[in-house]
């Protein structure tokens, strides 16, 4: 079957590249089709949704230059990088036209700001073409994270099973279900039917190639496992478990960030997690933890933000 989108057309057996333009904006997003030669299912892969999360799209880039035709059966539909021109201002975390986060405005609008259309376009061209979706992100610019994977809660159960069994193939120690239906780009393909993880690896604007390789390793495992890539699936290190109840917790004041923990540390109930100071060195808050838990990402830079991320964490489901 021909696997099209846009300007782009790959023939069973074709692997092709280019930039696909989003209606109504200046941005070309860059995307590479890979068409088995045989039937199957079409999966989505998209990096740089948000543009300094640099390990995922580094693995999107180079999935799409290893991944052969004669691989798979089915397609697979890359877009390396989604948030083109926020990458471009290397700036972080929104689309620098309108200053939107577009993991926070899904399903978009074809009539609304850049951020919008790109979202829309991404559901109409791409969303409907898709029977999988792997969303590859990192923790962002200023952020460091423990490796872990969300997958789809809020969607009909067969979906969110599909979806739970696609996160738990990732060699990772936790797994997040997530109760959100739309906003983010895979919440809302779940919304769709379409079984959807998020893998967060990497973090403060950095890649290697040891983190990209155990990236790509993650991705092409789910790819077995959807029996698009050829091979047997994999025995991770890690059997990623649940983590619940997952508190994202906002500074409350702009000042210096002290975290007392790194992420992936467990910590006790009523523990000091990080304070904030002024800049003379007084101190503004003191994060305390509401219960036993597992820090998954943290603010790591000495700036933070009133009403901007400060910490998440969650309870390790036993
Ligand atoms: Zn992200």
């Not at 039937?39 to 998209?46: E, P, R």
């Not at 290397?90 to 009539?111: A, H, Q, W, Y």
Request: aromatic share 8%; net charge negative.
């Amino acid at each position: 079957m021909e696997l099209s989108i846009g300007n782009l057309v790959a023939k069973p057996g074709e692997k092709v590249t280019g930039t696909i333009a989003v209606p109504g904006t200046t941005v070309k997003l860059p995307v590479t089709l890979i068409n088995g030669k045989s039937d199957g299912k079409t999966v989505l892969i998209t990096a740089g949704i948000h543009n300094a999360e640099y390990s995922g799209i580094e693995t999107a880039i180079q999935l799409a230059g290893e991944i052969e035709p004669d691989e798979i059966s089915g397609g697979l539909i890359i877009i390396h990088l989604v948030n083109v021109s926020g990458f471009e201002d290397r700036t972080m975390s929104v689309v620098p036209e309108d200053g939107k986060n577009l993991n926070r405005i899904f399903p978009g609008d074809p009539d609304g700001t850049e951020g919008d259309k790109i979202c829309h376009f991404l559901v109409t061209a791409f969303f409907s073409r898709a029977d999988f979706y792997i969303d590859l992100h990192a923790g962002d610019g200023y952020e460091s994270l423990a490796p872990y994977v969300y997958y789809l809660g809020a969607a009909a159960l067969e979906v969110v099973t599909r979806a739970k069994a696609m996160a738990q193939k990732v060699n990772v120690p936790y797994m997040v279900r997530s109760d959100i239906a739309s906003g983010g780009a895979y919440n809302y393909a779940g919304s769709c039917g379409i079984p959807s993880i998020l893998i967060e690896r990497g973090g403060e604007a950095r890649w290697s190639e040891a983190e990209v390789s155990l990236y790509k390793a993650d991705v092409k495992n789910v790819l077995r496992h959807l029996a698009v890539l050829r091979g047997k699936v994999k025995a991770n290190e890690n059997k990623p478990v649940d983590v619940s109840d997952v508190v994202y917790e906002n500074a409350a004041v702009t000042g210096c960030w002290y975290p007392r923990k790194k992420s992936g540390e467990t910590f006790k109930k009523g523990e000091e997690l990080g304070v904030i100071k002024d800049y003379f060195g007084k101190l503004q808050q003191i994060c305390i933890a509401k219960y036993d838990g597992v820090i998954l990402y943290q603010v790591s830079s000495l700036a933070i933000l009133k009403d901007g991320p400060m910490i998440a964490y969650g309870k390790i489901v036993n």
